[in-house]
């Protein structure tokens, strides 16, 4: 049985730090109905990671590998490093949203946010990473 951290819980951001280095899957451009008449970029949705790897079929379906069952379980609810979404129409569907891009890309060891400083009155705050390619 895998005993995952309980600071590793939560679900970046796409355009977030993350903690720790890696391949990413970065979903934006985000609606809650598939036929939403967008007025603007939508909200950015998940990154998603670190992976071994992520492929897309025949732009039907997008399947990818975690490195760690952790990181898995904490973005699927299963431990199973092995993932697949589904697509409708040309939208990548994630936790009951749509998303009309994503994007995988690379976050190295510089980019990842800072060790949680338990020693100071005022907390470094996160950064963005130079990753996200729409504007909030």
């Not at 800072?114 to 907390?123: E, L, Q, S, Y």
Request: with cysteine; charged share 25%; glycine share 10%.
């Amino acid at each position: 049985m895998t005993t995952c951290a309980q600071k590793d819980d939560a679900v970046l951001e796409y355009g977030q730090s993350p903690a720790k280095p890696g391949l990413y899957l970065g979903l934006f451009h985000g609606r809650d109905d598939p036929n939403e008449e967008m007025h603007g970029w939508g909200f950015n949705g998940p990154a998603i990671g670190p992976l071994v790897w992520c492929h897309t079929t025949y732009a039907n379906d997008v399947k990818l590998q975690f490195e760690s069952a952790c990181d898995a379980k904490r973005y699927f609810g299963d431990d199973s490093t092995h993932q697949d979404f589904g697509i409708k129409g040309d939208m990548l569907i994630y936790a009951g949203k749509y998303y009309g891009d994503w994007t995988v890309y690379y976050v190295a060891p510089e980019e990842c946010l800072p060790p949680v400083d338990t020693f100071r009155t005022n907390k470094r705050a996160g950064y963005r990473i130079a990753h996200n390619p729409m504007p909030k």
